[in-house]
T-cell receptor
Framework: GENVEQHPSTLSVQEGDSAVIKCTYS??????FPWYKQELGKRPQLIID?????GEKKDQRIAVTLNKTAKHFSLHITETQPEDSAVYFC???????????FGDGTTLTVKP | GAVVSQHPSRVICKSGTSVKIECRSL??????MFWYRQFPKQSLMLMAT?????????EQGVEKDKFLINHASLTLSTLTVTSAHPEDSSFYIC???????????FGSGTRLTVV
């Protein structure tokens, strides 16, 4: 089955700096890669996603890049703010199956 | 936007009892619902996939007789933890596919504590 690895497990940055979280996946059939933000005790919230026919997608301060050949994708947050502090999860899924395999999560701390 | 309502948000039960968790899709039809379990500071682990009108598909290592899943309608899926034990204490969360374009939305989660 699919295996998703996420790094780093923890990340601490100063407010205003950029943060990058990386994930690799094993199943070349995966074609949908969402990123979720989860605050303590709350549900994961989709913040951005990318499909395999696209190499990069940007939404304001958040961007995701995908390298299908290398089977890795990354989340980039620019101009970080304290409210960006949360756990971020990447995931991978196939179009037919639908179920997502999640990475282990990255705890991001943005220091004011 | 698409909303999945999950209840209860928090439940404490005694060992040996059963607990039912409900997930309802409020403004869309959820033909597929995914049930996850999340331990503190850990990732979401898929337990099972429920499809409306058919038997759920369980992930390896998940006891189907202990975690009963029912998806009797297009808007309701339930997870029943039977004969709960303290090790079943966890955060249970459902997720539904919103549309064919792969969009998913999560319920608010249920914090189960078995004492």
């Amino acid at each position: 089955g699919e295996n998703v690895e996420q790094h780093p497990s923890t990340l601490s940055v100063q407010e205003g700096d950029s943060a990058v979280i990386k994930c690799t996946y094993s199943d070349s059939a995966s074609n949908y890669f969402p990123w979720y933000k989860q605050e303590l005790g709350k549900r994961p919230q989709l913040i951005i996603d990318i499909r395999s026919n696209v190499g990069e997608k940007k939404d304001q301060r958040i961007a995701v890049t995908l390298n299908k050949t290398a089977k890795h994708f990354s989340l980039h947050i620019t101009e970080t703010q304290p409210e960006d502090s949360a756990v971020y999860f990447c995931a991978a899924s196939k179009s037919q199956g639908g179920k997502s395999t999640f990475g282990d999560g990255t705890t991001l701390t943005v220091k004011p | 936007g698409a909303v999945v309502s999950q209840h209860p948000s928090r439940v404490i039960c005694k060992s040996g009892t059963s607990v039912k968790i409900e997930c309802r899709s409020l403004d869309f039809q959820a033909t597929t619902m995914f049930w996850y379990r999340q331990f503190p500071k850990q990732s979401l682990m898929l337990m099972a996939t429920s499809n409306e009108g058919s038997k759920a598909t369980y992930e390896q290592g998940v006891e189907k007789d202990k975690f009963l899943i029912n998806h009797a309608s297009l808007t309701l899926s339930t997870l029943t933890v039977t004969s709960a034990h303290p090790e079943d204490s966890s955060f249970y969360i459902c997720s539904a596919r919103v549309d064919r374009a792969y969009g998913y939305t999560f319920g608010s989660g249920t914090r189960l504590t078995v004492v």
